[in-house]
């Protein structure tokens, strides 16, 4: 089992940043890829980012590339995701997950464990 905690959410104005954590515990974190996905009001989740579990391979949604960056310290054994010049559309909850694979998933079935989520909300 793999406990995923994420935090950083909040309300943040349109252009503004946030950083969102995903602190991981149970198993070995380097074992698994993380991925963030989020889920607007009355969407789908979908697909944000990942990053192996090295951290060295990274793979984004092409719509998001130029404004999120995944990361991850596995020494601390948490994943981040710093999001920039964010919109309105931004708008969801987000969630981190992990997978035990060597790649960069993008489905949401390919992960094995999921946080409960944080939200974030972008508004003037």
């Known amino acids: 089992q793999v406990q995923l905690v994420e935090s950083g959410g909040g309300l943040v104005q349109p252009g503004g940043s946030l950083r969102l954590s995903c602190a991981a515990s149970?198993?070995?974190?380097?074992?698994?890829?993380v991925g963030w996905f989020r889920q607007a009001p009355g969407k789908e989740r979908e697909f944000v980012a990942s990053?192996?579990?090295?951290?060295?391979?990274?793979t984004y949604v092409d719509s998001m590339k130029d404004r999120f960056t995944i990361s991850r310290d596995n020494a601390k054994n948490t994943a981040y995701l710093q999001m920039n010049n964010l919109t309105p559309e931004d708008t969801a909850v987000y969630y981190c997950a992990a997978s035990m694979t060597t790649l960069t998933p993008t489905q949401l079935s390919r992960y094995d464990y999921w946080g409960q989520g944080t939200q974030v909300f972008v508004s003037s």
């Open positions: 149970g198993r070995t974190f380097t074992n698994y890829a």
């Open positions: 990053i192996n579990y090295r951290g060295i391979t990274t």
